[in-house]
């Protein structure tokens, strides 16, 4: 293809597993890095570039970071080994995790100042869509970022929200739907342990809210993990800490009340405390049922 790119997925969770899956699908060559080494290998078996990434890192166009927070996504882009130093004028780092605003504009200009474009450009959509290459994209960044991101943008997004030429606005608007999002889900398991006080079974709450006004897509996604007792992690209870915790941080920096997150993030640290950290975010059902001695499906 006349505009196939060399790109560098870091960070092969289940967000940029899937992302290397569509970028590599998209007809690019694709080198994957992550501290687990099974990841890596298992993605060289699929068909990632074998030759490790520090020996390519110059020839490389785009550098997608998906990593946990602001502290790695630095680490990978200006730490001891970090790759910006060694990426060659007019690459483009494709910043996915979800970090503070004022983190983003600060990245974004020690990028410019070696010559690399940045893209301020968190995710969402999940790990299914990841892999389908249906992401939304929240992104801001300069038109030239916009441009020399352009072909890995069209490998893994449905969607791509332009939201400004200044980074920070990207992340400002993830900051948004990090707050609904972890809301919604832990009101999901504050409505179906309710429910389940009530004689309402989690499978009959799914059939019948997720077709209700009540619904939402968090609902949707997450309920099933509950009723099918399953929680493996899609998206794990330790990211909303972290991500209620960024909002409140901006929140309080725009002076600005926001007393329903400081709740939904309350029962996050509490199923992070149970043990629960690794667990699908679903589990937070769980300290609302250990609190009112219900039993949950799948357990005994």
């Known amino acids: 293809m006349s505009n196939r790119q060399k790109v560098a997925v870091i960070g092969l969770g289940s967000m940029g597993y899937g ?40 020839e490389i166009d785009v550098v997608a970071v998906v990593v946990l927070n602001a502290q790695q996504t630095e680490t990978v882009l200006f730490g001891e080994n970090g790759i910006v130093p060694r990426l060659r004028a007019g690459a483009v780092v494709l ?51 916009f441009d020399a991101a352009a072909a890995v943008l069209d490998a893994i997004a449905e969607r791509v929200f332009e939201l400004g030429h200044t980074a920070g606005a990207g992340s400002a608007m993830k900051a948004v739907n990090q707050l609904l999002a972890g809301v919604h889900i832990a009101t999901m398991a504050e409505a179906l342990t309710f429910g389940m006080t009530q004689g309402i079974q989690p499978e009959t709450f799914v059939e019948v809210i997720s077709k209700c006004a009540g ?4 609902l949707e996604n997450r309920a099933p993990h509950i009723v099918e007792g399953d929680y493996t992690p899609r998206s794990s209870i330790n990211i909303w800490p972290k991500d209620l915790g960024i909002v409140l941080d901006i929140a309080k920096s725009a002076d600005f009340d926001a007393p329903i997150t400081a709740t939904a993030l309350d029962q996050f ?7 629960l950290g690794w667990d699908d975010d679903a589990a937070v059902a769980k300290v609302y049922a250990r609190k009112s001695g219900l039993t949950l499906p799948g357990e005994s």
Request: a neutral charge; one cysteine or more; hydrophobic letters at 40%.
């Open 19 to 58: 992302m290397a899956q569509s970028v590599l699908r998209g007809g690019h060559r694709v080198w994957g890095s992550d501290i687990n080494q099974d990841r890596v290998a298992r993605f060289r078996s699929e068909g990632g570039e074998a030759e490790e990434l520090e020996l390519v890192a110059s």
């Open 95 to 145: 910043a996915c995790a979800t970090v503070p605003p004022a983190f983003a504009r600060e990245m974004a200009k020690r990028c410019e100042q070696r010559g690399v474009h940045y893209l301020d450009a968190p995710i969402s959509g999940g790990a299914a869509k990841a892999a389908s290459g249906a992401l939304s994209i929240m992104a801001s960044g300069t038109p030239e970022a």
């Open 269 to 275: 640290k509490a199923a992070a405390e149970m043990g």
């Open 215 to 218: 619904t939402s897509w968090m």
